[in-house]
Antibody
Framework: EVQVLESGGGLAQPGGSLRLSCAAS????????MSWVRQAPGKGLEWVSA????????YFADSVKGRFTISRDNSKNTLYLQMHSLRVEDTAVYYC?????????????WGQGTLVTVSS | QTVVTQEPSFSVSPGGTVTLTCGLS?????????PSWYQQTPGQAPRTLIY???TRSSGVPDRFSGSILGNKAALTITGAQADDESDYYC??????????FGGGTKLTVL
């Protein structure tokens, strides 16, 4: 069974940093592109970032470019999202998501999400 | 900046058929946009219904179908049921590794 499980959410101060992790199981992690998607309280889904299967290509929404980095450790079946210079508007549930193939398009599985709250 | 458009709300009668659409602020949606559709109920993670235009995700009943209609992607629900009442989101791949979600459609079954 495909599973992706996020961790690392919590409270951070504006300007602070946080690192999210996503542990994957039930599929050959190194064969699939992965993504982070977020949802602010009461709002819609927002695509945040994506990474190729090998990790050599990364992509970011304009709203987080230059502040967030995405990476993966295929030996540990784990995806990461390093967040710096956090803003109040980064407050959201962050979902880890698996793409259906090597292309960075077409999510087929989602995690349950981890809440990030940015507040002083 | 690319904007993905969805109907803010839609209503369908139980047993009825409804088609939700997903468009681009500029240009037409094609299969190269890998249109995908997700269902979400309050407090829950999204559930994938359709990816890559018309591929149903595992366990999704065949009354959910995806297509391209004109210049938009479409999600059609046939034989609507009460538990189909949810928010529905589409996402489009717009190139250069970037995807954009629509604002979502709140579907009411009554």
């Amino acid at each position: 069974e495909v599973q992706v499980l996020e961790s690392g959410g919590g409270l951070a101060q504006p300007g602070g940093s946080l690192r999210l992790s996503c542990a994957a199981s039930g599929f050959t992690f190194s064969s699939y592109a992965m993504s982070w998607v977020r949802q602010a309280p009461g709002k819609g889904l927002e695509w945040v970032s994506a990474i190729s299967d090998s990790g050599d290509r990364t992509y970011f929404a304009d709203s987080v470019k230059g502040r967030f980095t995405i990476s993966r450790d295929n030996s540990k079946n784990t995806l990461y999202l390093q967040m710096h210079s956090l803003r109040v508007e980064d407050t959201a549930v962050y979902y880890c998501a698996k793409f259906y193939g090597r292309a960075v398009a077409g999510i087929d599985y989602w995690g349950q999400g981890t809440l990030v709250t940015v507040s002083s | 900046q690319t904007v993905v458009t969805q109907e803010p709300s839609f209503s369908v009668s139980p047993g009825g058929t409804v088609t939700l659409t997903c468009g681009l602020s500029s240009g037409s949606v094609s299969t190269s946009c890998y249109p995908s559709w997700y269902q979400q109920t309050p407090g829950q993670a999204p559930r994938t219904l359709i990816y890559s235009t018309n591929t149903r995700s595992s366990g999704v009943p065949d009354r959910f179908s995806g297509s391209i209609l004109g210049n938009k992607a479409a999600l059609t629900i046939t034989g609507a049921q009460a538990d189909d009442e949810s928010d529905y989101y589409c996402v489009l791949y717009v190139g250069s590794g970037i995807s954009v979600f629509g604002g979502g459609t709140k579907l009411t079954v009554l």
